[in-house]
T-cell receptor, first 115, second 111 residues
């Protein structure tokens, strides 16, 4: 069974440019999460999809970030325009269902560098 | 004060040693506690999941939660070089809610 797939694995862009990160969750997983780790900091929650609906987007830093999940399958996270402080590793995770013992499966992340 | 505190290490132990990893937290609403293992250039992988206070054992791993002290621990017995990784604690008030992570402790088990 394929795990959570994220691409690109690395992206280097200049300040002011646009970048789109993609996440393919495990097939059949309704829950999809985005997290981010900025260098030297802990992993922070960004948002949670249940199928195609945003369940919780309280962690989105500002309106330069736009997440979508078309048809409840893959998800994209767009940063427009990118700023220096957006650099970090963006993780996607999926789970079959929430509840006690929910197991999140994480992708390997996208390393974003904004120069 | 950060919600979750975790010593980043690095922690270096010889093969076969017992490893103790810890986190403290400040939010008394946290009820669900997890330990993740993360290898270099990989995503976190769930190791242990516990609810409220108490102990849970799975093979060489034991997770302990002391809610009265707001302190959680992960013990690794008979540590192996393959255990070398970063260990992250995470916690949430309810299932399906955002996880609050510690910074992670880097562990090196030397042969």
């Amino acid at each position: 069974e394929a795990g959570v797939t994220q691409f690109p694995s690395h992206s280097v862009i200049e300040k002011g440019q646009t970048v789109t990160l993609r996440c393919d969750p495990i097939s059949g997983h309704d829950n999809l999460y985005w997290y981010r780790r900025v260098m030297g900091k802990e992993i922070k929650f960004l948002l949670h999809f249940v199928k195609e609906s945003k369940q919780d987007e309280s962690g989105m830093p500002n309106n330069r970030f736009l997440a979508e999940r078309t048809g409840g399958t893959y998800s994209t996270l767009k940063v427009q325009p990118a700023e220096l402080e957006d650099s970090g590793v963006y993780f996607c995770a999926s789970s079959l269902q929430t509840g006690i013992g929910e197991k999140l499966f994480f992708g390997s992340g996208t390393q974003l560098s904004v120069l | 004060q950060k919600e979750v505190e975790q010593d980043p290490g690095p922690l270096s132990v010889p093969e076969g040693a017992i490893v103790s990893l810890n986190c403290t937290y400040s939010n008394s609403a946290f009820q669900y506690f997890m330990w993740y293992r993360q290898y270099s250039r990989k995503g976190p992988e769930l190791l242990m999941y516990t609810y409220s206070s108490g102990n849970k054992e799975d093979g060489r791993f034991t997770a302990q939660v002391d809610k009265s002290s707001k302190y959680i621990s992960l013990f690794i017995r008979d540590s192996q070089p393959s255990d070398s990784a970063t260990y992250l604690c995470a916690m949430s008030p309810r299932p399906g809610y955002a996880l609050n992570f510690g910074k992670g402790t880097s562990l090196l088990v030397t042969p």
